[in-house]
């Protein structure tokens, strides 16, 4: 998966303005600066956010390789609730959003844009 956080640079000191989870998609809307974007994360089967306030900074939004043996990705995974089977047994992307301020969360999703 090409890198696109990192041309916004991992959405550093950004804001989480809002949330929005429709069937399988999660949108994050963001805010710096007077510019915004939307990160869309389509094939969402599970996701854990917490700490949400009133002001959201994020740190850092990073996505982890999808590999179980990575100790990263086995510990994000481990934080997510247990589902039963869903459908599908393939490994999915991990998305782990940690803060400055507030949001704390992973995502597990299939595919993932900004707009």
């Not at 303005?17 to 007077?34: K, P, S």
Request: with cysteine.
């Amino acid at each position: 998966m090409h890198d696109i956080l990192g041309d916004f640079n991992a959405f550093h000191d950004w804001s989480v303005e809002g949330i929005v989870i429709v069937d399988q998609t999660l949108e994050l809307h963001l805010a710096f600066d007077g510019k915004k974007r939307t990160i869309k994360f389509d094939g969402v089967s599970r996701c854990q956010l917490n700490d949400f306030l009133i002001q959201n900074i994020i740190y850092e939004l990073k996505i982890l390789n999808k590999d179980i043996s990575t100790d990263g990705y086995k510990t994000e995974l481990d934080l997510l609730p247990a589902l039963p089977y869903s459908g599908s047994k393939s490994q999915k992307n991990l998305a782990r959003i940690t803060s400055s301020v507030g949001i704390y969360g992973v995502i597990e999703f299939s595919e993932l844009s900004i707009q």
